[in-house]
């Protein structure tokens, strides 16, 4: 069963009239094109550290929790096993991870980092602060767009799986 749950500024539900079909007037575009940008200065800031930025998500995953699943990981940077493995394979054979078959079942291959996957971490302490300079925003506001934008994700998520 559909549900229309878009609303307008106001709180209430939006009709279909309200919305443009204008390119510049869509939420999908206004995040695909920021996206954009935000690969475009990820690149630079990563280039010096090896990384691509579906690399540095799942360093980032690996430094929170060490010793994890494929499976782990995949559910949390939304990257399926057929374009994880690739990427799990690149991060290992440059020696920032390891990868062995679980030893309880040997379906499940666990990743971990090595000393170096380690060591990068520093390394990579100050992105934060240059995607917030780059940003341009008080850091109130940036984490009130990316709880906005949490929040939305799970919305679209929730409506697909319905």
């Not at 443009?20 to 800031?45: E, I, P, W």
């Not at 057929?82 to 020696?95: E, I």
Request: charged share 25%.
């Amino acid at each position: 069963m559909a549900r229309n749950t878009s609303r307008s500024a106001a709180g209430k539900p939006a009709s279909a009239a309200s919305f443009s079909q204008q390119l510049d007037q869509q939420l999908c575009f206004a995040l695909y094109s920021t996206m954009l940008g935000f690969n475009k200065v990820y690149r630079d800031l990563l280039k010096d550290l090896g990384l691509t930025y579906p690399q540095y998500l799942v360093m980032m995953v690996l430094w929170e929790r060490d010793d994890l699943t494929v499976g782990d990981i995949s559910e949390r940077v939304f990257l399926d096993s057929p374009t994880l493995t690739p990427l799990l394979k690149r991060l290992q054979s440059s020696g920032l991870v390891d990868r062995t078959r679980s030893a309880v079942d040997e379906r499940q291959v666990l990743v971990t980092l090595t000393d170096a996957g380690r060591a990068l971490r520093s390394r990579a302490s100050h992105l934060p602060q240059c995607i917030a300079t780059a940003a341009d925003m008080p850091v109130a506001e940036i984490l009130d767009l990316r709880d906005r934008l949490l929040a939305l994700r799970g919305r679209m998520f929730d409506h697909a799986a319905a």
